[in-house]
Every structure is written in structure tokens, then in C-alpha cells.
């Protein structure tokens, strides 16, 4: 699964909310936490007041809101039942944050099934943030990945590589091409990257298999370093993760030192 975060700076309750829950066309299922109401409206009155009466410190450019996605590959859709939807957004909430407000609901409206999540930017009736560190967030996307592994090994399609590089925050055209299409070009390319390894035994072998999924290398003076795809460039750094140079003896000493 690929999951992405979208902060949110205004307070923008009423349209999120709406379009978290606009497929009611659709059976489904929507997941409150911390909601009593049982209306949208009510869902709406109850971010704005959580916000309102509780967020003591103002600050500009706080996060109001996270608006975060939770998406699959299309491949699988034939195995996402509701009831496996629901306990996977259930965990999600659980190892997020369950002190927060959380509204969350599937949507079908593309050709792969994603799960979106309103995120309240505070803790229910607490001034704390619900805001985490890329390490936290990181810790959170293995955990539900591994407990997705364990539960529903069938959903094959849908397992990626959550390595360095995968960002807390998405800029606008990202989360947009995300939404849409389940992952985003260069997620798509390092997880192809990523499967291949272990496949070839010269570079010139990679380039000829990542040829085959319409990702072309390019260089520069002569030497490879990244690779085309959709029209874009992608530098090694970038789609490959770098392996943790060996420690030196000072370094090593440091270490030993501060034991």
C-alpha cells in the first residue's frame, strides 16, 4: 500500500469533510473516531469546535487538518472486501494516532480503491499537536505494511518499498497525481528498481530490464546517472536507496566513546 500525507493550513472543515464523504453512492463503510454526531454536519461542527476551544497556542501556518490517502494497486482490487478495508483503516488509526478526530471512508471512483482519512490537527478536546517526524511516520507505514503481509498475503500487488526518500508531507501536484493513479512516477519507478535487484549482474543487465518497463537511463559525460521516465529525470540518489558507508576509526572511536 502506498500511504501519503497532505497537511492541511486552513480551516477548511466543510469541504473536507464533503469530500471525504462524497461516494455514498457507492456500499461502503465510514469510520468515525472521536465523532459522536452521526450527520456529516454534526462532523463538520465538531472539527471546527475541537480547533476553536482547544488549540491555545495560535500560530501561523499551524496544521489545521491532515487530509491523508491510503491507496492500493489495482491488481488487488478484487481482493478488497469492505470488511478488509475497515481493519486496515481501523489499524491505520490505531498506530497513527487514536487521541485525534478522525473521519474515514473508501473511495471506488478510479481504477484503484483507496481509503481517504481527516486527520484533526490537534488531539480531541487537547491542545497537542497530532504532528509526527518522518521517523515516526516511517515506523507507522512498516508496521501496517507488515500487518497487512500477515493478515491479507494475498494482496501481492500491493506491497512497496518503504525506504529512505518517502516524504511525511506531498507537494500539491504530487498528491494529485497520487489520488488519481494509487502512486506517483517516481514511486512507481523505485519500486520497480527495487524488485529488479538481485536479478542482474552487470549494470548494463539493469538498464536493459528497466528498458522493458519504459525507464530509460541517461547520462552525463559519458557515465549513467539516472534514469527517464514519463518524460521526467530521476537521479540515482533519488530512486535508489544508498547504502550506509563503513564507519571509519574516528567515527568508530566517537561511538565508543559516547557508550
Do not use: C
Not at 538481485?198 to 538498464?207: I, P, R, S, V
Amino acid at each position: 500500500m502506498i500511504i501519503k500525507i497532505k497537511s492541511i493550513k486552513t480551516k477548511d472543515f466543510g469541504r473536507l469533510v464533503r469530500y471525504i464523504v462524497k461516494d455514498s453512492s457507492y456500499d461502503t463503510f465510514i469510520l468515525r473516531h472521536n465523532l459522536k454526531g452521526t450527520v456529516m454536519t454534526d462532523w463538520i461542527t465538531e472539527f471546527e469546535d475541537n480547533e476553536r476551544k482547544y488549540r491555545t497556542r495560535k500560530r501561523k501556518n499551524a496544521t489545521i487538518l491532515t487530509h491523508e490517502i491510503m491507496s492500493f494497486a489495482k491488481e488487488d482490487t478484487e481482493h478488497l472486501s469492505l470488511a478488509i478495508l475497515k481493519e486496515l483503516a481501523r489499524r491505520y488509526i490505531d498506530l497513527r494516532g487514536r487521541e485525534a478526530i478522525v473521519l474515514a471512508t473508501p473511495h471506488f471512483d478510479q481504477d484503484h480503491t483507496h481509503i481517504h482519512f481527516l486527520f484533526s490537527g490537534i488531539k480531541y478536546k487537547s491542545n497537542a499537536s497530532m504532528r509526527m517526524s518522518k521517523k515516526q511516520f516511517k515506523k507507522i507505514k512498516q508496521e501496517i505494511q507488515q500487518y497487512q503481509l500477515d493478515q491479507y498475503p494475498e494482496l501481492t500487488h500491493s506491497v512497496v518499498w518503504h525506504g529512505k526518500g518517502n516524504q511525511t508531507v506531498v507537494n500539491d501536484k504530487e498528491y494529485r497525481v497520487i489520488s488519481r493513479q494509487g502512486e506517483s512516477d517516481k514511486q512507481k519507478v523505485r519500486r520497480i528498481i527495487k524488485k529488479l535487484q538481485g536479478t542482474f549482474n552487470t549494470d548494463q543487465e539493469l538498464y536493459e530490464k528497466l528498458k522493458d518497463h519504459n525507464i530509460i537511463p541517461y547520462t552525463r559525460s559519458g557515465k549513467v546517472v539516472g534514469v527517464i521516465y514519463n518524460k521526467r529525470k530521476y537521479r540515482w540518489r533519488v530512486v535508489i536507496e544508498k547504502k550506509r558507508r563503513p564507519l571509519r576509526g574516528k567515527d568508530r572511536r566517537n561511538i565508543e566513546k559516547n557508550r
